[in-house]
């Protein structure tokens, strides 16, 4: 079975001197790669060295909704200027979006709209993070007449919101919170949803799978979470695997030679 790593955050210290290592471990286990998105303008190059450094390593630029007061007007500009570049490896806009649980969505706002428009003119695909925003981040998309790839990350929601989002093209991140018993909303959703919408995610170090220490999440149990679905849609692994690598590599923009062997 074949898998990538929509969002992983590999560049974070948890993983530094250790990048090579986890990704043998993961490839072994059929990840053949992993995409990191950029959640602060002052990390960006960091990101790009880790991403140029592996082989099957992808990257994203953005300004996450923990961080937009750390950020100016500049910012914004130095972000679609370095897009519009298309530099190699990178493959989309993000981590971008809005959390109720930090900060305020007024402050949130107007980062997330200017991003979604940044990704609009560039023909970017967008990683969204939304933390109880599901309307929000809806709406907003509505607003903007989106009409891109997209990708809710780290979804945790219901069925309606998530279908709701499908229907604007975007596709809803699974990950390690779907093998957690008490997250029944969330596995109730995926089990539900078309399978064409769904892509598999680590968000390492974070949203650790059932079992794992809490900040010790990392590529390699991204085969447990393809398992989980597996079982919550009651199917084997081996059936959705293909489909799940093609819906990734459709949010990327890829094809079968983009990939790493």
Not at 6 to 27: I, S, T
Not at 45 to 69: D, E, N, T
Not at 212 to 226: D, F, M, T
Request: charged share 20%; hydrophobic share 40%; aromatic share 6%.
């Amino acid at each position: 079975m074949r898998m990538i790593d929509a969002h992983c955050h590999f560049d974070f210290p948890r993983f530094d001197g250790q990048q090579a290592q986890v990704l043998g471990q993961a490839r072994a286990l059929g990840v053949l790669g992993v995409v990191i998105p950029g959640v602060r303008g002052p990390d960006w190059s960091r990101v790009r060295k880790v991403a140029g450094a592996h082989p099957g390593l992808w990257y994203c630029l953005g300004i996450h909704p923990w961080f937009v007061q750390e950020h100016s007007e500049e910012d914004l500009q130095a972000l679609e200027d370095q897009l519009s570049e298309r530099p190699e490896h990178c493959v989309g806009l993000g981590e971008c979006g809005l959390d109720r649980l930090h900060g305020t969505l007024d402050e949130q706002q107007p980062w997330f709209e200017r991003q979604v428009a940044i990704a609009a003119r560039l023909d970017l695909p967008l990683i969204i993070h939304s933390v109880k925003t599901h309307d929000e981040v809806h709406a907003t998309l509505r607003r903007a007449n989106w009409c891109g790839r997209a990708l809710i990350h780290g979804f945790s929601g219901s069925y309606q919101q998530a279908a709701r989002l499908v229907d604007l093209g975007c596709y809803i991140g699974v990950g390690g919170v779907i093998t957690h018993n008490r997250a029944r909303k969330t596995r109730d959703t995926v089990a539900r949803l078309p399978l064409d919408c769904l892509v598999l995610e680590t968000d390492a170090p974070d949203m650790a799978p059932a079992g794992v220490e809490a900040g010790q999440n990392s590529p390699v149990y991204l085969p447990r979470i393809l398992e989980t679905l597996a079982t919550l849609r009651g199917v084997g692994a081996s059936d959705i695997a293909p489909e799940l690598l093609a819906n990734v590599c459709s949010l990327y923009g890829w094809t079968g030679g983009d990939l790493p062997e």
